[in-house]
């Protein structure tokens, strides 16, 4: 990127690459992760994931995406490569030292827009006791749009994605669910409590759909 809008766009802009590229692909999954450890650091990873017929239509990955902005933040970028599950996983992590600074990194993966919204790790101390939490909003109401820009829109005839959501749809013959998955993912120290559907251990997930019509609180 390198053109002076804020370095946080750079993480959205892996989501947003995938999500382009994704217009004729079959499948795409993409995971926010967020682990802490006993003394408030830890790590934050986004992940994306294609399957292999969304690789096969652009062979190019590795040379289309442009990731000099998120090396030079101090994330970590592994991939694009493919995994045992099947699927061709692009792999961003980023250390944090305290709660705190968990909250300005996983505010990175947002932008103005996105629709990850007020994440962040929180850690009380009394007598012998620590207690850890996280919270966060996601909120798909936007839909897709939501991972798109101006100048992106710009250069694809208006539309921030190259097509609206409707026509992705019918060209593929699903459901934008069904297409995009999204899981959150929150693991910390102790017993963990939480409205999550799913369990984890020490932790808890969430696999907001993008067609809720309401947001969803974490």
Same mark, same amino acid.
Request: charged share 25%; proline share 5%; net charge negative.
């Given at each position: 990127?390198?053109?002076?809008?804020p370095?946080r766009?750079?993480?959205?802009?892996?989501?947003?690459?995938?999500?382009?590229l994704?217009?004729?692909?079959?499948? =795409?999954?993409t995971?926010?992760?967020?682990?802490?450890t006993?003394?408030?650091?830890?790590?934050?990873?986004?992940?994306?994931?294609?399957?292999?017929?969304?690789?096969?239509?652009?062979? *190019?990955l590795?040379?289309?995406?442009?990731?000099?902005?998120?090396?030079?933040?101090?994330w970590t970028?592994?991939?694009?490569?493919?995994?045992?599950?099947?699927?061709?996983?692009?792999?961003?992590?980023?250390?944090?030292?305290?709660?705190?600074?968990?909250g300005?990194?996983?505010?990175?993966?947002?932008?103005?827009?996105?629709?990850?919204?007020?994440?962040?790790?929180?850690?009380?101390?009394a007598?012998?006791?620590?207690?850890?939490?996280?919270?966060?909003?996601?909120?798909?109401? *936007?839909?897709?749009?939501?991972?798109?820009?101006?100048?992106?829109?710009?250069?694809?005839?208006?539309?921030?994605?190259?097509?609206d959501?409707?026509a =992705?749809?019918?060209?593929l *013959?699903?459901?934008i669910?069904?297409?995009?998955?999204?899981?959150?993912?929150?693991?910390?120290?102790g %017993?963990?409590?939480?409205n999550?559907?799913?369990?984890?251990?020490? *932790?808890a %997930?969430?696999?907001p759909?993008?067609?809720?019509d309401?947001?969803?609180?974490?």
């Amino acid at each position: 990127m390198g053109d002076g809008r804020p370095r946080r766009v750079a993480v959205r802009a892996l989501l947003l690459a995938l999500v382009v590229l994704a217009a004729s692909a079959c499948r =795409i999954r993409t995971e926010v992760t967020v682990d802490v450890t006993d003394d408030g650091s830890g790590v934050v990873g986004v992940a994306v994931a294609l399957d292999a017929d969304a690789t096969a239509r652009v062979p *190019g990955l590795a040379e289309e995406l442009r990731l000099d902005d998120l090396l030079a933040t101090g994330w970590t970028v592994t991939g694009p490569a493919l995994e045992a599950d099947g699927l061709t996983w692009i792999r961003a992590t980023k250390p944090f030292a305290t709660p705190e600074e968990a909250g300005r990194v996983l505010a990175e993966i947002n932008g103005e827009t996105g629709p990850f919204r007020g994440f962040a790790v929180t850690r009380e101390r009394a007598f012998a006791r620590t207690r850890f939490g996280f919270a966060g909003t996601i909120d798909f109401t *936007g839909g897709l749009e939501q991972f798109g820009d101006q100048a992106l829109g710009d250069a694809l005839d208006g539309e921030p994605l190259g097509e609206d959501v409707s026509a =992705i749809e019918a060209r593929l *013959g699903e459901t934008i669910d069904e297409v995009f998955r999204f899981r959150v993912a929150v693991r910390l120290p102790g %017993s963990v409590e939480s409205n999550a559907p799913g369990d984890l251990a020490n *932790g808890a %997930s969430w696999e907001p759909r993008l067609s809720a019509d309401a947001p969803v609180e974490l």
